[in-house]
């Protein structure tokens, strides 16, 4: 079975700077897709930024990217120029390649972005 | 384009009560998810439908939790009888070929029981 783990419980960064949440994953497939997901106080859940295991090069989504390094099954999310909007939980997910798969979401995040 | 849409947003009810949660897809969407969300559990898949039709139903907690899909633009997610500890929010979400896509969410419904 697949896990996930976000070793943060909560992050705090200033507005216009730059944080970087963590995630690391465990499996044993080699193919897979690898999510970003932000869930604002408003409960809904946005997909931030998805990568594919297969793909060496890391995914960016304007201020949004990612650092995924697969032979230590770590994927991070890093945030430029923070905005007060980017308050939010953010969870990582992992999802298999395969034909019955399922999507498997860290513990979370929880981050704030202060003036 | 409309985004999934689960109603009722909140659900409040005495246990002992019949829920029943709606959700429907995003047109075109090919699969369904049911999510349950709790401080404890985090997000947890409760069951998933490609085609109508039920794929995983392993993560359902207990014979009182019943999902149905009787067409592609509709499924119901019931709770007979319900309990306090299923108090949480409940996340319908659906994409297209689901290997390939994303998985898209709904507003949740946030249920409490009394």
């Known amino acids: 079975a697949q896990t996930v783990t976000q070793s943060q419980p909560e992050m705090s960064v200033q507005e216009a700077e730059t944080v970087t949440l963590s995630c690391t994953y465990d499996t044993s497939e080699s193919n897979y897709y690898l999510f970003w997901y932000k869930q604002p106080p408003s409960r809904q859940m946005i997909l931030v930024i998805r990568?594919?295991?297969?793909?060496?090069q890391n995914a960016t989504e304007n201020r949004f990217s990612v650092n995924f390094q697969k032979a230590a099954k770590s994927f991070s999310l890093k945030i430029s120029d923070s905005q007060l909007g980017d308050t939010a939980m953010y969870f990582c997910?992992?999802?298999?390649?395969?034909?019955?798969?399922?999507?498997?979401f860290g513990t979370g995040t929880r981050l704030q972005v202060t003036l | 384009d409309a985004g999934v849409i689960q109603s009722p947003r909140h659900e409040v009810t005495e246990m002992g009560q019949e829920v029943t949660l709606r959700c429907k897809p995003i047109?075109?969407?090919?699969?369904l998810f049911w999510y349950r969300q709790t401080m404890m559990r985090g997000l947890e898949l409760l069951i998933y439908f490609n085609n109508n039709v039920p794929i995983d139903d392993s993560g359902m907690p207990e014979d009182r939790f019943s999902a149905k899909m009787p067409n592609a633009s509709f499924s119901t997610l019931k709770i007979q009888p319900s309990e306090p500890r299923d108090s949480a929010v409940y996340f319908c979400?659906?994409?297209?070929?689901?290997?390939?896509?994303?998985?898209?969410f709904g507003d949740g419904t946030r249920l409490s029981i009394l």
């Open positions: 997910a992992f999802m298999s390649a395969g034909t019955a798969s399922k999507l498997t």
């Open positions: 979400a659906s994409s297209f070929r689901q290997t390939n896509q994303p998985q898209h």
């Open positions: 990568q594919e295991a297969y793909k060496q």
């Open positions: 047109s075109g969407h090919d699969y």
